[in-house]
């Protein structure tokens, strides 16, 4: 058994299994044709219950022929340019080459004893992000597995700095409707009360209304509650709209609330020539979530929090004999398990780290530009067909719309054909769309982050659509006559 382990002896082994692995995945992405083959999970839970786990097959070209079966054959692939569906990117090779040396080499970024090297590295990624968004000299931050975590650690961070102002059952929380649910989420973890996080309405464009934040952190005051923190968000999930940063700045400076920009999906543009200007007012923040798994082309996992005063970290840092034992100044190391809600830590940094140093940050920027661009052209599109309602015009690359029938009316019949479509479209597996509400009313939607994606596969996927949902309709009618 320990010629499985990878050490000086095995590096034959290595190169040969990993190069099969590798081979897999290309001859896959050599021949889809489809982002998904339709299957259910009926139809694929016996493959997978049936590998009986105490057998081992004993050798790595029939695990793969295995996988293919189980998993590879079937898996959605977001690649493809009609995958449109959830904030995942088709990802950029430097990071993948980043994520096979990782998790070979596979430094743990908790201690400088575990990561040397690859500490230095993190850190050096984490400055280039707050400089781009301009957080000063005093920031700091630390890679995460992704927005969610992100968003618990700056919620975390905000309330160990509002603590002092009153109890847990005072703090309050505020963020758009259309905010991320990982908020709401946080705050539960956090032990606020569940009314703890103000729902505050939108405008037309999905953003933040600024005069209604104001009105709630006034009652906030009145009521003699503590206005703990304001999430903004830089690019909500279903719409890409980009609340009145500067704006709400003001507010939080006028309050003392901490301001947290979740920038999980809109980070992309920090690395944009084009629309950099799109999220000015972020450098204002306290702390900033940012994705690059979702607009820097990075595999899953690759998230950080950012902070503009890097002493509000220590209130993540708790210290161990075994690991990380309290030192005076001069003998201080650099541990990044100070600064995280983790301890064992992947070098996700890695990934980033060689594509800045392949393509460099204007080749990423370049890349989400395209499909903003593409965005703005599919709205155009759906704006002059009369088969369809779209909500919004999109500041990042989201479109979220509605197939309309010529002749049905009952916006309930209306739901249940776009639901249908969409389950029929996903079945079929020509394409994958996401689904969403607005105003209690049933939308589909295209999240765009595949520069491969092209004007004429939104057209034809939108009569795929259309072809369905009239499928449905026309179906239901026979039964009822
Ligand atoms: C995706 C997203 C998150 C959560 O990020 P994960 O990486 O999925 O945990 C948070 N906020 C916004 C606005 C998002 O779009």
């Not at 050096?124 to 650690?153: E, H, K, Y």
């Not at 102002?165 to 649910?181: C, I, N, Y």
């Amino acid at each position: 058994m320990r010629s499985h382990l990878l050490n000086r002896t095995t590096a034959e082994l290595y190169r040969r299994s990993v190069t099969e692995g590798v081979e897999r995945v290309a001859d896959q992405l050599a021949t889809t044709t489809r982002p998904f083959t339709g299957i259910t999970p009926d139809a694929l839970a016996p493959a997978v219950d049936a590998v009986d786990l105490d057998r081992p097959l004993g050798d790595s070209a029939a695990a793969l022929d295995e996988l293919e079966e189980v998993y590879l054959r079937d898996a959605v692939h977001f690649h493809h340019p009609r995958y449109l569906a959830h904030l995942n990117c088709p990802v950029v090779i430097p990071a993948v080459l980043g994520e096979a040396v990782l998790s070979a080499v596979n430094s743990s970024l908790d201690t400088w004893d575990q990561s040397a090297g690859a500490t230095l590295i993190e850190r050096r990624l984490i400055d280039w992000t707050a400089q781009r968004i301009g957080l000063g000299p005093a920031a700091d931050g630390v890679f995460t597995s992704g927005g969610s975590q992100s968003n618990l650690q700056a919620l975390l961070l905000a309330r160990e700095e509002a603590k002092h102002r009153g109890d847990l059952t005072e703090l309050r929380v505020f963020a758009s409707e259309a905010g991320h649910f990982s908020v709401r989420k946080s705050a539960s973890l956090l032990g606020l009360p569940p009314d703890a996080v103000v729902a505050v309405p939108v405008d037309r464009e999905k953003r933040l209304q600024t005069l209604a934040l104001a009105a709630e952190l006034e009652r906030c005051h009145a009521d003699g509650l503590v206005p703990m923190a304001v999430v903004a968000t830089a690019g909500t999930t279903d719409f890409g709209s980009i609340d009145p940063l500067p704006e709400i700045a003001e507010l939080c400076d006028r309050h003392g609330a901490w301001l947290h920009v979740d920038a999980a999906y809109g980070c992309g543009l920090l690395v944009s020539r084009k629309n950099r200007d799109r999220i000015d007012g972020i450098e204002r923040a306290d702390s900033v979530t940012v994705d690059y798994h979702k607009s820097f082309f990075q595999p899953v996992s690759s998230s950080a929090i950012l902070v503009r005063d890097a002493t509000t970290l220590r209130h993540a840092t708790y210290h161990a004999d075994y690991l990380n034992p309290r030192r005076t100044v001069a003998e201080r190391v650099p541990n990044q398990v100070d600064k995280s809600l983790q301890t064992t830590r992947r070098f996700d940094a890695l990934k980033l780290w060689l594509t800045l140093r392949v393509m460099g940050a204007d080749g990423i920027g370049a890349l989400f530009d395209e499909v903003c661009d593409l965005a703005r052209q599919g709205w155009q599109l759906l704006a002059a067909d009369p088969r369809f309602d779209v909500v919004v015009e999109p500041r990042l690359s989201t479109l979220v719309y509605r197939y309309i029938p010529a002749t049905v009316r009952d916006p309930a019949e209306i739901d249940r054909a776009n639901l249908y479509a969409r389950k029929a479209l996903f079945a079929s597996g020509d394409a994958v769309v996401a689904g969403t509400k607005v105003g209690g009313r049933h939308y589909l939607k295209f999240t765009l982050l595949n520069p491969e994606t092209t004007l004429t596969d939104l057209s034809a996927v939108l009569d795929l659509i259309a072809g369905h949902a009239e499928q449905y309709l026309g179906d239901t009618l026979d039964r009822a006559s």
